[in-house]
């Protein structure tokens, strides 16, 4: 008998995936996608570097963009959040809501469940944008660790 050609351990792999996605429910395929993007985008970052590092250029290669940015507009009455793939603006009294909910709840988990209560009320379009789905989205965690770095209290 001949021998059986090894299967492609990525076949293999991806057949596994394929397989056990088709058992996962509408939330957990949301978790699924938001996981496979952000694994994707560090993939990509690792690329870049390697890219530069064997250039000898490692300092002057472009930074890759983050998944979550928060810029202030020329005007200083609005700005650019950009979650993921979404970009959207806000106002400053939107952004200041979501720096308040950031440094007031109770603990990060309370402040990312009201946030998403927040945004899904009043800027889902961020929330469908960013493909967030709910509150424990990765990219929910960044927007709000993007907002602690960026931005206190008394200063919006």
């Known amino acids: 008998m001949k021998g059986k050609k090894p299967a492609d351990p990525r076949a293999v792999v991806l057949k596994d995936l394929f397989r056990a ?6 939330k957990g395929l949301l978790y699924l996608l938001r ?3 952000i694994l994707v985008y560090n993939a990509n970052v690792d690329r870049i570097n390697a890219t530069a ?8 290669a472009p930074a890759p ?10 005007d200083g009455r609005s700005f650019v959040v950009s979650i993921g793939q979404g970009r959207n603006v806000l106002s400053r009294a939107e952004l200041q809501r979501l720096v ?17 209560a927040l945004l899904k009320r009043e800027r ?3 929330l469908f944008d960013a493909r967030i789905g709910e509150a424990e989205s990765p990219l929910l965690e960044l927007l709000f660790r993007e907002i602690r770095a960026k931005f206190h209290l008394k200063d919006r």
């Not at 996605?21 to 509408?26: K, L, P, R």
């Open 35 to 37: 996981q496979a993007q």
């Open 100 to 116: 308040q909910i950031c440094y007031a709840a109770e603990s990060k988990t309370e402040a990312l469940r009201q946030l998403f």
């Open 53 to 60: 590092e064997e250039m000898g250029e490692e300092e002057e």
């Open 124 to 126: 889902n379009d961020i």
């Open 65 to 74: 963009r983050a998944p979550v940015t928060i810029e202030e507009n020329d």
């Open 21 to 26: 996605v088709e058992q996962v429910d509408d």
